[in-house]
């Protein structure tokens, strides 16, 4: 009677995993743009950047270099959508604030990437300078109206000519595009825990770290930080989730990159376009 209880127990834990944990259905069609391809990580900047982060001059770079393109987007004071990755303008622009703080008149007006003469682009210029020639992993970033980001950032991506996914740390923007653009191939970011723990906790930092939240958002590819994987995101990648990596520098071996992952995010180095 015991050897069945834990065979029994056994079973219900791992249908359980398997619920929590298994990626989305994706077709061909929706990975292909995307497999053995590299991302230049917020456009080709340099790392003194003398061509900043998400600015135009970067995405531009890429462009011209044949790269596909990850970029990070969030909403303006008066809802527009710029290009801009951290929750506050402190290490860019030198400002002590959110992003959602400011118009994006004021936000140009006011201030300038990195000390230089570049200012935070809007969304719609960047889709304008990609020009549909590469494909696009737009990041969504979580905090302030981020339905409403969504809804703006998929009605914008509508009309982009080239190929876009679209990635979020956030399991409940995820979700959202599951629920309202199923045709989107979407992807759940994630990071060992050691990382995020002193943000979101100890047991949120480990539910997310291994992809406990995907039986709300279903991702289709997990993009997950160079270095060691728990058991259960590689379960998920066996279960058919495509492979993307963030974000390579020099120091990683491009080579065991390119055999362990579908796709590449990268900085600061110059790979092939495709592999």
Known sequence: MTGWIVLICLVVFGAALVFFIAPGRQSDAQRAPFLRRTFAHR???TADQRIPENSLPAFRAAVEAGYGVELDVQ???DKQIVVFHDDT???ACGVDARVDAFTYAELTERMRLFGTEETIPLFSQVLAALGGRVPAIVEL?????RFGLCERTLAMLRSYAGAFCIESFDP?????????APDILRGQLSEQMRYSRSVLGLWRSFLMSRLFSNFAARAQFVAYRVGPKPWTVRLCER???MRV??????????AALERAYDAIIFEHYRPDSRY
């Open 141 to 145: 970033k979580s905090g302030g109206d």
């Open 75 to 77: 909403l303006t004071r």
């Open 172 to 180: 409940y923007i995820v979700r959202w595009f599951y629920k309202h």
């Open 245 to 254: 990596v963030w974000t390579a520098r020099p120091t990683d071996c491009e």
């Open 89 to 91: 303008l402190l290490r």
């Open 239 to 241: 279960m058919g989730a």
């Open 43 to 45: 456009g080709l900047y």
